[in-house]
């Protein structure tokens, strides 16, 4: 079955609805310029909603150990995402001393970007595939902007892999079909405003991937 992470949860309505909906995963921004960003006892508020359910995913940009120490401190976490420029040897760190499997995101727009998942693969127990950020762009992922699906059809990833960027309940069909991905990861998507979830395309979102 199709892996389903909803990222950008920072609300009762779409906690409830990616529970409700059957999520795989769902994803708690730690990183304070995105509008989805959480406090650590928001995200413990939230999370505190549902015994169980989808993977907590807390999702970091270049963090200092000092904000993971916080998170940790307020919310327990299944999973940490490293969304920024971390090399390998950070994210070995990062893995080694909080003790979670960790996900590395990974811009990709052409195919030698792929090379860079050799170098990750001993380092991470999973990872996403995202769209490089678009000019302009202020955030590193949350973009809504996809990349080039069909770069990675027929392709050995040598982890679990979640695709992400730009993903919505009307695409993400095709999309799982041209890219292979065994699973899917979306935040502007599933949203009414920007930083604001859809319940219902939540819900919308999770049947589509899961052929529905
Ligand atoms: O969602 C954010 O605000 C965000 C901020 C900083 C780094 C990553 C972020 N989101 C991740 O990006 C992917 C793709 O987002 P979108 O579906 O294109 O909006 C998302 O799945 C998050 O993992």
Known sequence: ???????GVNDAAG???AVAAGADLL???????SPRAVTPAVAAGLSARAEGGPLRTGLFVDPEDALIEAV????RLD???LHGAEDPARVAAIKARFGLPVMKALGIATPGDLAALADFAPVTDRFLLDAKPPPGATLPGGNAAPFDWRLTAGRVIPRPWLLAGGLTPESVAEALRQ????????SSGVEKARGVKDPARIAAFVAAARGG
């Open 1 to 7: 079955m199709t892996l389903v992470k909803i990222c």
């Open 15 to 17: 906690f409830d609805a």
């Open 27 to 33: 994803g708690f921004v730690f990183y304070p310029p």
């Open 72 to 75: 940790l401190a307020a919310v």
């Open 79 to 81: 999973l940490i995402q």
């Open 179 to 186: 890219s292979g991905a065994p699973g899917v990861d979306v």
